[in-house]
């Protein structure tokens, strides 16, 4: 539970969230909501996404289940200082496709009294850590794990498996590209993938 902050609370103190979690797990979902309570608290919000994503929109941020908030497609992190300069609240979504600066930038940021909300992919494909979130998890202030349902057992999922043979590290998809494993499901699909692809070499 995180509160808004008013006017009234001087000097403002700054933090950092991040919403970490798979595909399908309503990482997008949560930011979303936390934004719009930002905003029903009268604060000045802006909203950041990777200009490379146009999944769903190429302005606005929209989730999985076609909840949406506006936000401002940027090329890099350093954008986000020049154009979030004196507002309230932050959002980052998909802060995985960002470059290696966004930590140092949402640290500035936070520092300055601004709250940061941050929401992104964890791990990558392989399962491994996903460009500046590792960095990010170290310095925040508050971290939301959320978790998709798997796909193969039904237990939680903490892992976004490739259903499409590419070795892209970023390959924009959606649910005919990717579904959640659990991590047991995921090393199995993983043995069995490594398994297929000697059998064709």
């Known amino acids: 539970m995180f509160l808004e902050q008013t006017r009234k609370n001087l000097p403002k103190k700054g933090w950092i969230e991040v919403i970490a979690g798979s595909m399908f797990s309503g990482k997008t979902e949560e930011l979303i909501r936390r934004l719009k309570r930002a905003k029903i608290a009268k604060q000045q919000v802006e ?36 154009l979030g300069h004196e507002v309230d609240v932050i959002g980052i979504d998909e802060a995985q496709f960002f470059d290696d600066n966004l930590p140092a930038v949402c640290e500035q940021l936070a ?6 909300i941050i929401a992104g992919l964890d791990m990558d494909y392989l399962g491994k850590p996903f460009g500046p979130m590792p960095h990010l998890l170290a310095v925040a202030d508050y971290i939301t794990k ?13 892992h976004s498996h490739r259903t499409v043979e590419d070795d892209a590290l ?4 959606e649910k005919e590209s990717y579904i959640p494993l659990c991590r047991s499901c995921f090393v199995k699909q993983t043995k069995n993938n490594s398994v297929n692809s000697q059998h064709h070499a």
């Not at 520092?111 to 940061?116: A, D, E, K, L, Y």
């Not at 970023?170 to 998809?173: E, M, P, R």
């Open 111 to 116: 520092n300055n009294g601004t709250r940061v």
């Open 47 to 82: 909203i950041f996404k990777p200009g490379i994503d146009q999944r769903y929109d190429e302005t606005n941020i929209v989730s999985h289940d076609s909840n949406w908030i506006q936000s401002t497609p940027v090329p890099s992190s350093s954008n986000i200082l020049l």
């Open 146 to 158: 959320v978790h998709a349902i798997c796909m193969h057992c039904g237990d939680l999922a903490t």
């Open 170 to 173: 970023v390959l924009l998809g």
